[in-house]
């Protein structure tokens, strides 16, 4: 309850501010990297079975109701984020149509489905990976400072919010399928190799004059849906074993987190914890007014996700609202609001 009392003070603070500043945003803008937690239709025109541009994804998205290339029936956490900022627009999707002229002026999308902290795990399904993302980053630099010139493209740069969500792919879609890696590395030392990834990301993120970064810690991954059906045997119960690795994953990130900001003073870096927010959703559901938590809305809700949640699936639910995750990988919107509403608070320190 005290929680959510923070949120709803913290969201109305938020819109009080909007407002005085009479509609300017509270960072000048959004840049998302990452995976398909985020992708926002990068996706769309790669040569890569994760997709999700095709119905019913899409669904309940603002009033269009039809599929962006979003891996959710609506709105992601980062769009509820962006709204939050004071923005009436998404940041477009980097390799979209809409990706040009003013429409940069204010962010873009990056990230892509199936990429990940390991560039390995971005090849595997020919997704767009985070050393991609950076450059092109670097172009969508030079394409707004053709726009509005060096000065302003450097305070737009520094000022900028700038979120990553990584690293669950690498696990769920690289290391615990993939006999090679998982024989070559202990779940601690593939922990190692990708925060080494994420130093170099950040770092990278820095040097290209980032100031702002928001980065999202890995989720309960096993109380995905698809995990359970994959790695929990005959049990219906989140697998303890990559819940574990997850937690453990997320405690050298912090301490890396700690580590990069003592070396730039000048760095605001924060990781956002969702583990404990959607571990809760899962745990508790009838707390935030879910009823579903194991079976996903798509289909059987067991096991699909991109091609295999399509509009032919037999068993998709009619309404999404009720349930936690909408395909076995990726929450509703109904979700996505709840976990933002919850990261909120946690980001404060990046717009102050």
């Not at 669950?168 to 922990?191: C, E, K």
Request: net charge neutral; glycine share 8%.
């Amino acid at each position: 309850m005290a929680l959510l009392l923070l949120v709803t003070l913290t969201s109305q603070l938020l819109a009080g501010y909007v407002s005085l500043c009479h509609g300017q945003h509270l960072v000048p803008g959004v840049m998302i990297f990452g995976d398909s937690v985020v992708d926002s239709g990068n996706n769309n025109n790669l040569y890569t079975l994760v997709k999700a541009n095709f119905p019913p994804y899409g669904r309940d998205f603002n009033t269009s109701h039809s599929p962006t290339g979003r891996f959710c029936n609506g709105k992601l956490a980062t769009d509820f984020t962006v709204e939050n900022l004071g923005f009436t627009k998404y940041p477009p999707a980097y390799l979209s149509q809409d990706a040009q002229g003013n429409n940069l002026l204010t962010g873009a999308n990056f990230a892509s489905g199936a990429s990940g902290y390991w560039d390995n795990t971005a090849q595997l399904y020919t997704a767009i990976s985070l050393t991609q993302q950076l450059q092109n980053y670097r172009e969508y630099q030079s394409k707004v400072t053709g726009v509005v010139g060096r000065d302003k493209t450097s305070v737009l740069v520094s000022g900028a919010l700038h979120l990553l969500s990584a690293g669950s792919s690498d696990y769920i879609q690289n290391y615990y399928i993939s006999p090679l890696v998982y024989g070559t590395y202990t779940p601690d030392q593939f922990a190692d190799l990708l925060v080494q990834n994420f130093n170099t990301f950040v770092e990278s993120l820095y040097t290209m004059g980032a100031r702002r970064i928001g980065v999202t810690s890995l989720p309960p991954l096993g109380c995905l849906p698809a995990a359970i059906t994959l790695f929990g045997g005959s049990s219906n119960n989140c697998v303890e074993r990559l819940n574990n690795d997850a937690v453990s994953f997320n405690k050298k990130v912090g301490n890396a987190t700690q580590a990069l900001k003592s070396r730039h003073s000048d760095l605001k870096l924060v990781i956002f914890d969702i583990y404990n927010p959607l571990l809760d959703l899962i745990k508790n559901p009838a707390n935030s007014g879910f009823f579903e938590a194991r079976k996903a809305c798509c289909a059987t809700g067991t096991i699909e996700t991109s091609f295999l949640c399509n509009a032919r699936a037999p068993g998709t639910c009619s309404n999404a609202t009720g349930y936690v995750f909408w395909d076995s990988f990726h929450p509703t919107e109904a979700a996505n609001k709840v976990l933002s509403d919850a990261l909120l608070v946690q980001g404060i320190d990046l717009i102050s």
